[in-house]
T-cell receptor, first 117, second 114 residues
Framework: GAVVSQHPSRVICKSGTSVKIECRSL??????MFWYRQFPKQSLMLMAT?????????EQGVEKDKFLINHASLTLSTLTVTSAHPEDSSFYIC?????????????FGPGTRLTVL | QQQVKQSPQSLIVQKGGISIINCAYE??????FPWYQQFPGKGPALLIA?????SEKKEGRFTISFNKSAKQFSLHIMDSQPGDSATYFC?????????????FGQGTELSVKP
């Protein structure tokens, strides 16, 4: 499967600051990436679809001005949590959509644990 | 219509036993059904996936059974091992709609006792 990295793996920040999380597709060019949020003991909740060279598509209820997504290249998408608050503390996971022999397959990154104090 | 319902929420199986996790969906437009395995603090890893044109797919100890008429699919883990203890998620997506978005089930926490 595809190799997907995320950086940082863990981040602790103060309330009101902004945090940027990077998602990289290491072994193929990804036109489409997805960002998910996962609270403890819960399922993955899709936040947005990130397409290279265009604006991200956000799911209902996700604030696009708070969760800024940039997909500037075929191997990198970033999620910036602006003015973070304790309720934004969660596990953020990105995935890349395969464009090769398994076109529907999503490969996930290792996740980023965000803690907002 | 977009939901994928997964059961049970948790499952305890003895080593060597068979673990069975079930999922059901409503939207007949779904055409791709993957299962993911997630360990604590890690991202989900693709385990096995199936399309509705086949009724069963087997990879090693993992088998997906698919019942198109009942709109149900299940994961069977044969000879379950303590190392299989993890949370399992079923999911569904539509290839030509919604850009390949995955709709996840609620997850099943599997514990395999030695």
């Amino acid at each position: 499967g595809a190799v997907v990295s995320q950086h940082p793996s863990r981040v602790i920040c103060k309330s009101g600051t902004s945090v940027k999380i990077e998602c990289r597709s290491l072994d193929f060019q990804a036109t489409t990436m997805f960002w998910y949020r996962q609270f403890p003991k819960q399922s993955l909740m899709l936040m947005a679809t990130s397409n290279e060279g265009s604006k991200a598509t956000y799911e209902q209820g996700v604030e696009k001005d708070k969760f800024l997504i940039n997909h500037a290249s075929l191997t990198l998408s970033t999620l910036t949590v602006t003015s973070a608050h304790p309720e934004d503390s969660s596990f953020y996971i990105c995935s890349v959509l395969s464009s090769g022999g398994a076109p529907d397959t999503q490969y996930f990154g290792p996740g980023t644990r965000l803690t907002v104090l | 219509q977009q939901q994928v319902k997964q059961s049970p929420q948790s499952l305890i199986v003895q080593k060597g036993g068979i673990s069975i996790i079930n999922c059901a969906y409503e939207n007949t437009a779904f055409d791709y059904f993957p299962w993911y395995q997630q360990f604590p603090g890690k991202g989900p890893a693709l385990l096995i996936a199936i399309r509705p044109d086949v009724s069963e797919k087997k990879e090693g100890r993992f088998t997906i059974s698919f019942n198109k008429s009942a709109k149900q699919f299940s994961l069977h883990i044969m000879d379950s091992q303590p190392g299989d203890s993890a949370t399992y998620f079923c999911a569904a997506s539509m290839r030509y709609n919604q850009g390949g978005k995955l709709i996840f089930g609620q997850g099943t926490e599997l514990s395999v006792k030695p």
